[in-house]
């Protein structure tokens, strides 16, 4: 059957040309059976790919090179360092940032076009997921369907040194939402889910624990209730059957993974210190 929907390259005819170059800025290791799809999403549209992998032996740095010449095989100093390595290597006059598990949908590709063709100011631009989670996308992601700041100025943006959730800082006048989105098809399988999150929240309590703060298992407890509560009543994952009980389970766990690892850091001090006392 022949779709009755014009193909983005039917559709970019007769629309004015971006003004503004753009470079597309990716981190990854292993990453070869997801990259693809990405790539594919931004090739021939984006002025550059700018990729910096982190020692991938999976040949995921062959699939890079189909797409483009910049890529940079580098050590990993955490998520913050490697993406402002990444955003000091790009050209561009514009950078959107997007990770080996996203793909940018059509509908992006327009909205951004336009917004490049004309004067987009000195403004930064959001974008929501789509969170696709096994095999399935879901209306409501609870805090996955929080918008995520990834079209900036390139002059105007830069990643602090923090090893996760590295959030930008910038110095644009504003912030803008965009109505396209980003297809996130983050988890593999149910065993990469919960890893990922006990990771996330281990790496969080280190930076917290670096920053003199100190966790307790009640308070950890008391922070998963209420993630829980939070993501599947007030986001909208009860409307989202098992997927949704499930994720709102997992963030459960992340926010109890966050603070009861900052406990163990804190006891392991502690410990520690009262062991040199009684040298």
Partial sequence: MTSQHPSYEEVLQGRSPRRHSLSVCMICKDEADRIEPALQSVAGWADEIVVFDSGSTDGTCDIVRRYTSQLHRTDWPGFGMQ?????????????????????????????????????PGNIAYQARWQLWLFGKPLRFAGRFGAPQTRLYPRASVRFPPLTVHETPVLTTVGVKPLRGRIEHLSFRDYQQLAAKHLEYGCLLAEGKHRAGKRGSIPLAVLRSGW????????????????????????????AFHKYAALWALSAVDVAARTERARD
């Avoid at 993630?227 to 766990?253: I, M, T």
């Fill in 227 to 254: 993630e829980f509560f939070s993501q599947y009543f007030l986001r909208g994952l009860v409307l989202e059957g098992s997927r949704g009980l499930l994720l709102a389970n997992v963030l459960a766990q992340y």
């Fill in 83 to 119: 993406r402002q390595r990444c955003l000091d290597a790009a050209l561009g006059d514009w950078v959107l940032v997007l990770d080996a598990d996203e793909r940018i949908t059509p509908e992006l590709r327009l909205e951004i076009d336009d917004l490049l063709a004309g004067e």
